[in-house]
């Protein structure tokens, strides 16, 4: 099926450092969705945006719908080795019925302490 | 955020069985809920949408009598994998959509690791 186009596909970072990641789409999505996966867990919902341009923060977490519509990203500041994991961006295109979901292929973040 | 349970966390069958998995919203109803599943270092891809009180919608590719869906309440949907084979053996994961909330936004079971042997 359709799949978003999510990078970095990993990423080897030292604990402190900011994280940036992002996905983008071909078509025009009206929601983004950030979910983040421990191994063997099913995803947690981190953030959501629903209107082109929206930046929304989580504690440390900060997303943005991009105001094309095709694109978001999710930055994490000052990591700590709890944030190890995938994340995945989840979005709606504005051509798929009944709240179906697209997911990118997730960014594994590992932290070293 | 709403809770979405599964049962079982983890099941070893040997092939030829059916296996029923359950998703639950604890606090919320709901009357949609997805399944997906999810192999190792990839991505969760979408394999139903359950409504409730009406047959599932299956994604192109998935066979609908191998993988049985029920919505029969606004709380619970089942998925059966019947005549399960190795090459079943993957993580299932279910989600549901909170109608208290904005649109879309799904929040997921913790998922259901199926090992057929």
């Known amino acids: 099926g359709q799949q978003l186009n999510q990078s970095p596909q990993s990423m080897f970072i030292q604990e402190g450092e900011d994280v940036s990641m992002n996905c983008t789409s071909s078509s025009i999505f009206n929601t983004w969705l950030w979910y983040k996966q421990d191994p063997g867990e099913g995803p947690v919902l981190l953030i959501a945006?629903?209107?082109?341009?929206e930046l929304t923060s989580n504690g440390r977490l900060t997303a943005q719908f991009g105001i094309t519509r095709k694109d978001s990203f999710l930055n994490i500041s000052a990591s700590i080795p709890s944030d190890v994991g995938i994340y995945f961006c989840?979005?709606?295109?504005?051509?798929?019925?009944?709240?179906?979901?697209?997911f990118g292929q997730g960014t594994e973040l590992s932290v070293k302490p | 955020g709403a809770v979405v349970s599964q049962h079982p966390s983890w099941v070893i069958c040997k092939s030829g069985t059916s296996v029923k998995i359950e998703c639950r919203s604890l606090d919320f109803q709901a009357t949609t809920m997805f399944w997906y599943r999810q192999f190792p270092k990839q991505s969760l891809m979408l394999m139903a949408t359950?409504?409730?009180?009406?047959?599932?919608?299956?994604e192109q590719g998935v066979e609908k009598d191998k993988f049985l869906i029920n919505h029969a309440s606004l709380t619970l949907s089942t998925l059966t994998v019947t005549s399960a084979h190795p090459e079943d053996s993957s993580f299932y994961i279910c989600?549901?959509?909170?109608?208290?909330?904005?649109?879309?936004?799904?929040?997921f079971g913790p998922g259901t690791r199926l090992t057929v042997l």
């Open positions: 359950s409504n409730e009180g009406s047959k599932a919608t299956y």
């Open positions: 989840a979005g709606q295109s504005i051509y798929n019925q009944g709240g179906k979901l697209i």
């Open positions: 945006l629903y209107k082109a341009g």
């Open positions: 989600s549901a959509r909170d109608p208290r909330g904005p649109r879309d936004t799904q929040y």
